[in-house]
């Protein structure tokens, strides 16, 4: 989806960039042109276009020599899989690049340039190749000024940060997510998207299980005034919350029962038991939850062990119940020392 001036790298194969003669001074001419053309073709137009800016001021010879020589380093670099360095090559004097383009010229020369970064996803096989990845992400996100680029940039550094286990580059940003929202001016299936990933890197890190809820909630909170069609599409991250907040022994937040996207389990012919579940960890007995797991211990077991929450080790629960009622009869059974 493009906005802000910025396009979806998909369909910007079936694009040339019309760069045979360029201006030596100011990027104003356009490289919108649409043609049918090769993905190498492609490449080749954005090293063309970039390296004429970055040598302008060097004369037409000595342009002209240098951009011969990167125009054949690329299609080398093509040739021999040399990814990594194409793209250090396309992102040489970018700051000069980023900052004399025009916006539409913009939309066709970075998705090329992230489409080259991810080719180097099937050369990853050693944690410092995956770094340099992540981090040729980074350096093009913070080249670029449009703040929807800067977005779709940040998201393919998110995923692959979690598909490459690089998470630790990309977890520190996190502290920032506000004001890069205020920054990126996003629309909610955007944001979604980014609380959505952001929820799945934490998810990974063990130290990291509230944020991970934390962003799990926001992301359901997106749902709100949704229609049942679109509501629809969070039953499994709603049944995922419930589950992360049954099962954390440190969690209290009790208003889940509010939330829309949570609600529509109630009556819903997969996921109804797993509504119950929340409901009678927030608002039941203890009697109401032994009922509950007799009658549905396989639904249990299916969520994972931890669930059998009720064992005792010591004569004390191995983990704290959510409701203070069920606290309350545990204390008068003796189960906790007063």
């Known amino acids: 989806m493009a906005k802000n001036g910025a396009t979806s ?23 919108t042109t649409v043609v049918p053309t090769s993905e190498e073709d492609l490449v080749l137009a954005v090293v063309r276009f970039t390296s004429k800016l970055a040598w302008a001021d060097a004369g037409p010879e000595a342009t002209e020599e240098q951009v011969n020589r990167l125009c054949l380093e690329a299609q080398e670099s093509m040739v021999m899989r040399r990814w990594l360095y194409l793209v250090n090559l396309m992102l040489t004097s970018a ?3 980023f900052s004399k383009v025009s916006d539409k010229d913009l939309e066709f020369i970075f998705p090329v340039i992230c489409n080259v970064i991810s080719k180097l996803e099937i050369q990853m096989k050693h944690m410092r190749w995956q770094n340099l990845y992540v981090g040729n992400l980074f350096n093009l996100y913070n080249l670029l000024e449009n703040p929807y680029s800067r977005f779709f940039v940040y998201m393919k550094a998110l995923n692959f940060a979690l598909n490459g286990k690089v998470t ?8 920032k997510i506000d004001s890069f929202l205020k920054e990126w001016n996003i629309d909610i299936k ?4 980014l609380f959505l990933g952001i929820a799945n890197v934490l998810k990974e890190n063990k130290s990291s299980s ?3 809820f934390k962003f799990l909630t926001k992301y359901l909170a997106t749902f709100s005034g949704e229609d049942a069609s679109t509501m629809g599409e969070a039953k499994e991250e709603a049944v995922r919350t419930i589950i992360e907040f049954v099962k954390a022994p440190d969690m209290f ?15 819903d012919a997969k996921y109804a038991l797993v509504y119950q579940l929340l409901k009678i960890f927030l608002t ?16 249990l077991k299916s969520y994972g062990t931890v669930l059998d929450f009720v064992s005792f080790t010591n004569n004390q629960p191995s983990i704290e119940l959510k409701c203070p009622h069920i606290l309350m009869i545990l204390a008068s059974l003796q189960c906790i020392p007063q």
Do not use: W
């Open 95 to 97: 700051d000069l690049i």
């Open 9 to 31: 790298m998909n369909g910007d194969r079936e694009k040339l960039l019309a760069v045979s003669n360029l201006p030596s001074q100011r990027a104003t001419t356009t490289l």
């Open 210 to 212: 509230k944020d991970s």
């Open 253 to 267: 937040q009790c208003d889940l029962l509010d939330m829309p996207a949570i609600g529509q389990l109630e009556m």
């Open 190 to 193: 955007d944001k979604r998207e």
């Open 284 to 299: 039941r007995r203890l009697d109401a939850y032994l009922e509950f797991q007799a009658a549905n211990s396989n639904l």
């Open 168 to 175: 630790e580059h990309i977890i520190p940003s996190f502290k």
